[in-house]
């Protein structure tokens, strides 16, 4: 059989951490051209995942001409996500594209319809639904062991780490700042695990707080307050349509110990669940309350053979298998254009003051 043939749009961060490191893991997929609008960082990628054929492109569209390449992979800021990956599909490709889905709900919108009306496949980077603890409480939920899942909360709380580098820190190219960044994985788990994706109303607000701190202790350096144009914090409540409560909470610069990431607290009528210290799900059984600790294979998920890998290699080689065999992708599109209308109408909410009803 014949390998996927995947170009990669954008050689950045997010494409050096996760895609074509794991990409380069799976057997039946091969890397054969590059595209940057930095044409050096394309040319790096080629040398060390490329073969020596392997294409080196400054526009995309110049790439989208080659018929030989049949995956995308979209790996660029988010105000560029939808024009890409509409002229991917356009071209016959299927597309994978770094989470959020677009920069706008609009935007995600039109990608969803182009994918139908193409019948090319197409899925959003949610890479932490393929975690080892995500996925056996997923399988828990979808269970009925948890019940009726009627309240959750979304984590996505960093003390001090704001990313300093790129475009983070602007809003024109990003469209915000950790509500969009990491809140949106932790609200793509939250409505995963309740399989619940109608969301009634929201009210949130978003802060640009400590962002005006000069010299700030951070992780990954001192921000400049100047080009800090997004948000530094944002919560929100979400009612859905069946009565559930989502509470997200969302920072990258925040004045609390309380620190977690694209985790999931979920209570339900039969017992609840929390990724804080681990897996824990707790119940009440014979009238005594418990706590079940769930152990987790060190370092990755059980697949294929037994083999641990992580959850980023996981995601690339169930997203070509699911190309393969003509599958249905995990992360489908409907489920992510979901999360970017609820974190549209969280940063919509606080503009305006009032709850944001969906239709």
């Known amino acids: ?41 394309a040319e790096d990628a080629k040398r060390r995942y490329g073969s020596h054929e392997a294409a080196v492109y400054s526009n995309y ?14 790996c660029t800021p988010n105000d560029s996500h939808a024009e890409i990956t509409i002229a991917a599909l356009e071209a016959g490709k299927h597309v994978l594209c770094e989470k959020p889905m677009a920069k706008t709900a609009h935007d995600a919108r039109r990608m969803l319809e182009v994918a139908k009306n193409t019948g090319k496949k197409l899925s959003i980077g949610y890479n932490n639904r393929f975690r080892a603890d995500s996925r056996y409480l ?29 475009v983070f820190l602007d809003e024109e190219k990003q469209g915000g700042g950790p509500l969009i960044d990491i809140g949106t994985h932790a609200l793509d788990l939250a409505l995963w695990m309740m399989d619940n994706y ?29 080009q800090f144009t997004v948000e530094d914090s944002a919560f929100a409540m979400i ?9 997200l909470e969302s920072s990258w610069a925040l004045n609390t110990l309380e620190v ?29 309350l418990y706590v079940n600790e769930i152990e987790m294979n060190a370092g990755g998920v059980a697949f294929y053979d ?14 070509i298998d699911a190309i393969i065999h003509d599958k249905e992708v995990l992360v489908t599109p409907e489920q992510a254009l979901v999360v970017s209308e609820i974190l549209e109408a969280v940063y919509e909410s606080s503009r305006t003051g009032k709850a944001i009803y969906f239709d």
Not at 5 to 34: D, Q, T, W, Y
Request: glycine share 10%; net charge positive; aromatic share 4%.
């Open 1 to 41: 059989m014949s390998k996927i043939r995947i170009g990669i749009i954008g050689c950045g961060g997010i494409a050096n951490g996760k895609h074509m490191p794991s990409l380069a893991k799976v057997h039946e997929a091969e890397m054969v051209a590059f595209c940057d609008i930095i044409v050096e960082k």
């Open 61 to 74: 569209h110049d790439m989208l001409r080659d018929p030989s390449i049949g995956v995308i992979h979209v």
């Open 138 to 166: 997923k399988d828990a939920c979808a269970a009925g062991e948890l019940g009726e899942i009627y309240f959750a909360k979304a984590h996505a709380i960093r003390r001090r780490a704001v990313p300093t580098w790129g």
């Open 198 to 226: 109608k969301p009634k109303v929201v009210l949130g607000r978003a802060y640009h707080k400590l962002a005006q701190t000069e010299n700030a202790a951070n992780a990954f350096g001192s921000w400049d307050p100047k």
């Open 239 to 247: 009612t859905m349509e069946n009565g559930a409560s989502i509470v």
């Open 260 to 288: 977690d990431e694209a985790k999931v607290t979920l209570c339900g009528t039969k017992a609840g669940a929390d990724m804080k210290k681990g897996l824990r799900i707790n119940g009440e059984k014979n009238s005594r």
């Open 306 to 319: 037994g083999a641990s890998e992580h959850p980023e290699e996981l995601e690339m080689r169930t997203w």
